[in-house]
């Protein structure tokens, strides 16, 4: 199974990506992760993940799942095909179509449901969905950052499997508009989170008339959006 490694929905692909691959045999049983502060392997802990036989970057090895991140140079409007290989031997090839976008925002639940990653305009966490964390709801008219996957392209371009530089900042070649509880919401920013590889941050104002409590959150670019029962929470 291959899926978005934010959404889990799975059967097409954005270039740059993130994805999860779910199986058995995939790589060593206790897990390798690589050092996301450099660019990333292409093989890690034996495996490789290759698309149309071109290896991608990869940052967690197991048994049971992969992440990686798809090639930047992937086409949309193509199909590309995914496979796996260890020493044990290699995976079928796994088709998935390529699309321009394929939102998804980042959560903390494993899911992909429920308290996005989002840090509020005073450099605190909005939440984590813990019952034994107080969350810190944001004030309408503030700006919240949050943090996705499968925007597609960037300009400036960043090598795949390498963090993004904070200087100069690489923004969405696709426009990306915002929701929060049901409300159109300004995009300040959208482009490449900083530091980190294949992940995006998006800046969103908070509609001044965003009423109180858990707020459905929603990304949409070039004609799709993100996952269902995301949320936030509003002052």
Not at 17 to 30: C, E, F, H, R, S
Not at 59 to 84: E, I, K
Not at 108 to 129: F, H, R, W
Request: no cysteine.
């Amino acid at each position: 199974t291959v899926v978005s490694a934010s959404s889990l929905k799975g059967g097409s692909v954005a270039p740059g990506d993130q994805l999860a691959i779910l199986g058995v045999n995939l790589g060593p049983t206790a897990g390798v992760r690589a050092d996301s502060t450099t660019t990333l392997p292409t093989t890690l802990g034996g495996t490789t993940v290759t698309f149309d036989n071109s290896p991608a970057p990869i940052s967690y090895s197991s048994d049971r799942v992969l992440l990686v991140q798809a090639p930047t140079a992937l086409n949309p409007g193509s199909t590309t095909q995914v496979q796996v290989k260890t020493s044990a031997g290699s995976s079928l090839t796994v088709p998935l179509v390529v699309v321009a976008t394929n939102p998804g925002i980042l959560t903390y639940e494993a899911t992909g449901l429920g308290q996005a990653k989002v840090i509020n305009s005073d450099g605190t966490a909005n939440g984590n969905g813990s019952v034994n964390t107080s969350d810190r709801p944001a004030a309408p008219g503030s700006v919240i950052s949050i943090f996705a996957t499968g925007l597609g392209a960037v300009s400036p371009s960043i090598p795949q499997g390498t963090p993004a530089p904070s200087s100069p900042l690489s923004t969405v070649s696709t426009p990306v508009s915002a929701t929060i509880g049901g409300q159109p919401a300004t995009v300040l920013f959208a482009g490449a989170a900083p530091g980190l590889v294949g992940t995006y941050q998006v800046n969103v104002m908070v509609p001044a008339s965003a009423r109180s409590g858990t707020a459905r959150l929603v990304l949409t670019a070039g004609g799709n959006s993100s996952q269902d029962n995301v949320t936030v929470e509003i002052q």
